[in-house]
């Protein structure tokens, strides 16, 4: 398989997790909120869970930063959009992005170098680094282990 075939690497880009983004987001609510307030910010009731997407997508963007050829650039702001689903534990909520490209649910969106769209693994088409490895290459890293 020459270079050229190969797609590029999740590990080579910059990933944004759904629900560290909304913790994130909630923590610097709670942090701002007065002590009146801060018995409101309740992260098992589904009712401030929807509001806080709906803040969340009026109040969030996402840019990162990227070293390319050296020099350090910002990405476009790129809109978020987001859901949730109830846990399978019952303990509260799973966030999702949705993803601005294909508006599949996911819980990762993903930035790879030279790129100023962040959207999933898929719409990037990237690839793992053994996904890109052929037969030959696969049996090798067999025998090596």
Avoid at 86 to 112: D, Q, T
Wanted: aromatic residues 10%; hydrophobic residues 30%; proline residues 3%.
């Amino acid at each position: 398989m020459h270079s050229f075939d190969k797609r590029p690497l999740v590990e080579n880009s910059q990933r944004v997790s759904a629900g560290v983004f909304a913790r994130n987001f909630y923590l610097k609510l709670k942090q701002k909120a007065s002590d009146d307030k801060k018995t409101l910010l309740d992260p098992k009731n589904e009712g401030f869970v929807r509001d806080l997407i709906e803040m969340i997508e009026k109040g969030s963007t996402i840019n990162l930063k990227q070293e390319t050829n050296g020099k350090i650039e910002f990405t476009d702001q790129n809109q978020v959009r987001m859901t949730y689903t109830r846990s399978n534990l019952g303990r509260g909520f799973v966030f999702w992005f949705i993803c601005g490209v294909c508006g599949r649910k996911v819980r990762y969106l993903y930035i790879p170098p030279n790129s100023q769209v962040l959207a999933c693994r898929t719409c990037h088409r990237l690839a793992y680094d053994q996904q890109n490895d052929n037969k030959r290459s696969r049996s090798l890293r067999a025998l090596l282990r």
